[in-house]
């Protein structure tokens, strides 16, 4: 992949993440997959090196991740369709615009880390809010749903980031289609990766 179409920073990452929580985790051992929410832990560099997230007891990926913990997480982030009225030129052609990342890793499951897994996740999905929710409003039934779950943890093996958000088009189609698409996720990440863009 050319690097024109990669990430300028690992924190990019980590935000798309946490922009965009819920992700495919594929089992390739058996073809099981699940949309889950996961939170992205990072080291010391600010690279993602772990996932953390729940399932279901009765989710077929928890008893295949039990048998073999090869998992692929694969996470979209902001995208949209780009056509030629975005880009002021009848004559150019169409395109798609997005931000995705792939990663191979280790999954394990994780029991001991049920709260924990709940309490930060709900805590980042209510962050910012007015009146935040905490799942000890719910009394005693959340110790009982809670038991329905069990947590995993994904070791990032290979992480594989593409962002391909118009770095390759002329600069006059660029701020064309950054000025006739809506000002959202998308837009911002193109700014922001442009070549001209300030690092």
């Not at 920073?9 to 993440?17: D, F, K």
């Not at 390739?28 to 996932?51: D, F, H, I, N, Q």
């Not at 709940?118 to 409003?137: D, F, K, S, T, Y």
């Amino acid at each position: 992949m050319s690097n024109l179409f990669r990430p300028r920073n690992e924190e990019q990452i980590s935000r798309l993440i946490a922009g965009n929580p819920l992700a495919w985790v594929v089992s390739p051992a058996t073809g099981e997959a699940s949309p889950l929410p996961l939170l992205a832990e990072t080291g010391a560099t600010g690279r993602v090196v772990r996932l953390l997230g729940h399932l279901a007891r009765t989710n077929p990926l928890a008893a295949a991740m039990e048998r073999d913990g090869r998992v692929l997480v694969l996470f979209q982030g902001p995208q949209a369709y780009i056509s030629p009225h975005h880009a002021g030129d009848r004559q150019w052609g169409p395109t798609w615009n997005y931000a995705v990342l792939r990663i191979n890793g280790q999954a394990r499951l994780r029991p001991d880390l049920n709260d924990e897994a709940l309490q930060r996740l709900v805590a980042a999905m209510e962050r910012g809010r007015e009146n935040p929710w905490h799942p000890a409003e719910m009394g005693p039934r959340y110790a009982t749903l809670a038991q329905h779950i069990v947590a995993f943890e994904v070791a990032v093996i290979h992480l594989d980031a593409r962002f391909k958000l118009g770095q390759d088009e002329r600069p006059a189609v660029f701020a064309h289609i950054l000025k006739t698409l809506d000002d959202g996720p998308l837009a911002s990440l193109m700014r922001e990766n442009h070549p001209g863009a300030e690092s």
